[in-house]
T-cell receptor, first 112, second 115 residues
Framework: KQEVTQIPAALSVPEGENLVLNCSFTDSAIYNLQWFRQDPGKGLTSLLLIQSSQREQTSGRLNASLDKSSGRSTLYIAASQPGDSATYLCAVTDTNAGKSTFGDGTTLTVKP | NAGVTQTPKFQVLKTGQSMTLQCAQDMNHNSMYWYRQDPGMGLRLIYYSASEGTTDKGEVPNGYNVSRLNKREFSLRLESAAPSQTSVYFC??????????????FGPGTRLTVL
C-alpha cells in the first residue's frame, strides 16, 4: 500500500525567505505526483503536476522536483510572501484508474 | 468554466437521517472521486468513478453509496448518517487527455456535521 509522508508538519518563516517542502512516498511505481495548496476552510487548488517521466515542473515562484528512485519530491518556494501561508499537500497517483494517495500536508506560515 | 461544483456547502444532520451530496464538473473529465478530510487523517478516498457507468470502492466506502448519473455528475449518498461521518467531503475530477492529463481538480467541499 502506498504511503505518503510530508515533513515537517508545520513551518514558519520570515517573508522573503526561500523554502523547501518535502514529500516522500514508499512505492516508486507512480504515474504522477501533484502538489496542492489548501487555504483554511477551502478546497484544494492544484499547483503543479509532475508526470512520472518528468524531473521537475515550474510555475512562477514555485518549482517542484521528482526523484522516483528515491521516492521523493520537493516543492521549492522562492521569495516567500505572507500570501503563501496555507497548507501544502502532495498526492501520488499510482494506478491506471487514477486513484491518489495524499500526504497529511505541511502548514506554512510566512511572517511579514 | 465553473470547474467542480458541490452542493450543499454546509449540512447538519441527526443520526439516522439520510442525504445526498451533489457534485458536477463542466470540464468533460472522465474520472470523478469522492474524498473525506478529517483532522489527523488526511484525505481519504471514499468512492471513485473511472468513467461514466462505472463506480468502485475506495479506502473508506462503508456507510456510503454513489451514483454516476452522467459524465458530468457524481453523487454521494449517506443512507443512515452516523456521528463518525462528520467530516469535510470533497469531490474531484480528472481528465486522461490533453494538457491537463491526469491532473486532479477539486470542488470547494461540503462541511457535514452529524449530531
Amino acid at each position: 500500500k502506498q504511503e505518503v509522508t510530508q515533513i515537517p508538519a508545520a513551518l514558519s518563516v520570515p517573508e522573503g525567505e526561500n523554502l523547501v517542502l518535502n514529500c516522500s512516498f514508499t512505492d516508486s511505481a507512480i504515474y504522477n505526483l501533484q502538489w496542492f495548496r489548501q487555504d483554511p476552510g477551502k478546497g484544494l487548488t492544484s499547483l503543479l503536476l509532475i508526470q512520472s517521466s518528468q524531473r521537475e515542473q515550474t510555475s512562477g515562484r514555485l518549482n517542484a522536483s521528482l526523484d522516483k528512485s528515491s521516492g521523493r519530491s520537493t516543492l521549492y518556494i522562492a521569495a516567500s510572501q505572507p500570501g503563501d501561508s496555507a497548507t501544502y499537500l502532495c498526492a501520488v497517483t499510482d494506478t491506471n484508474a487514477g486513484k491518489s494517495t495524499f500526504g497529511d500536508g505541511t502548514t506554512l506560515t510566512v511572517k511579514p | 468554466n465553473a470547474g467542480v461544483t458541490q452542493t450543499p456547502k454546509f449540512q447538519v444532520l441527526k443520526t439516522g437521517q439520510s442525504m445526498t451530496l451533489q457534485c458536477a464538473q463542466d470540464m468533460n473529465h472522465n474520472s470523478m472521486y469522492w474524498y473525506r478530510q478529517d483532522p489527523g487523517m488526511g484525505l481519504r478516498l471514499i468512492y471513485y468513478s473511472a468513467s461514466e457507468g462505472t463506480t468502485d470502492k475506495g479506502e473508506v466506502p462503508n456507510g456510503y453509496n454513489v451514483s454516476r448519473l452522467n459524465k458530468r455528475e457524481f453523487s454521494l449518498r449517506l443512507e443512515s448518517a452516523a456521528p463518525s461521518q462528520t467530516s469535510v467531503y470533497f469531490c474531484a475530477s480528472k481528465s486522461f487527455s490533453g494538457i491537463s492529463y491526469n491532473e486532479q481538480f477539486f470542488g470547494p467541499g461540503t462541511r457535514l456535521t452529524v449530531l
